[in-house]
Antibody
Framework: EVLLVESGGGLVQAGGSLRLSCTSS????????MGWVRQAPGKGLDWVSV????????EYADSVKGRFTISRDNSKNTLFLQMNSLRAEDTAVYYC?????????????WGRGTLVTVSS | ERVMTQSPATLSVSPGESAALSCRAS??????LAWYQQKPGQAPRLLIY???TRATGIPARFSGSGSGTEFTLTISSLQSEDFGVYYC?????????FGGGTKVDIK
């Protein structure tokens, strides 16, 4: 059963922008903390960003701070990751994931991911 | 930043044997630690949270222990479907950090 579905990945040139989306029919994003985790080809997991459910607070990894923005559209129950000034090292599969609690916790549900390829 | 170090990098195990995977934090993360399993081409799957609580639907052969800086994931009587890469993750402090992973493969 797929509870989270990502979209928006693709091939983009270095310096370009891309917006990822994540939707769910099972979770309400404005009452759950959500996040993005990425995985470069053949590498491990790398946390990117988190958006709080009720308070909408945001946190970013230093590697993306100032370039990426996490947000959501409550009316569409959709999570976004706006990625600007993309670099070759941003190439990865990007997973959308739900946190267990609104104020923290592990990632207890994951999407299948969407591939972002940044060409230099 | 809490650096998470997993060992060994690779573990070769025969089906039916047990495996112990280690995860060490550079500073205390209390019991705010999770373990995930990932198979090729698939998303990670949560196994353990709060260091020792099994996630929904996870078989009892998976167990987690530890607190502070030292953690262990034990898989007793490994099944063929248990082979893959295992990651630990701390969620006690920002930034959230993952270990580099332990690959469990067939001996």
């Amino acid at each position: 059963e797929v509870l989270l579905v990502e979209s928006g990945g693709g091939l983009v040139q270095a310096g370009g922008s891309l917006r990822l989306s994540c939707t769910s029919s099972a979770f309400t994003f404005n009452s759950n903390a959500m996040g993005w985790v990425r995985q470069a080809p053949g590498k491990g997991l790398d946390w990117v960003s988190v958006l709080g459910g009720r308070d909408g607070s945001t946190e970013y990894a230093d590697s993306v701070k100032g370039r990426f923005t996490i947000s959501r559209d409550n009316s569409k129950n959709t999570l976004f990751l706006q990625m600007n000034s993309l670099r070759a090292e941003d190439t990865a599969v990007y997973y959308c994931a739900k946190r267990r609690h609104d104020n923290g916790g592990d990632f207890d549900s994951w999407g299948r991911g969407t591939l972002v390829t940044v060409s230099s | 930043e809490r650096v998470m170090t997993q060992s060994p990098a690779t573990l070769s195990v025969s089906p039916g044997e047990s495996a112990a995977l280690s995860c060490r934090a550079s500073q205390s993360v209390k019991n705010n630690l999770a373990w995930y399993q990932q198979k090729p081409g698939q998303a990670p799957r949560l196994l353990i949270y709060y260091a020792s609580t099994r996630a929904t639907g996870i078989p009892a052969r998976f167990s987690g222990s530890g607190s502070g800086t030292e953690f262990t994931l034990t898989i007793s009587s490994l099944q063929s479907e248990d082979f893959g890469v295992y990651y630990c993750q701390q969620y006690n402090n920002w930034p959230l950090t993952f270990g580099g992973g332990t690959k469990v493969d067939i001996k």
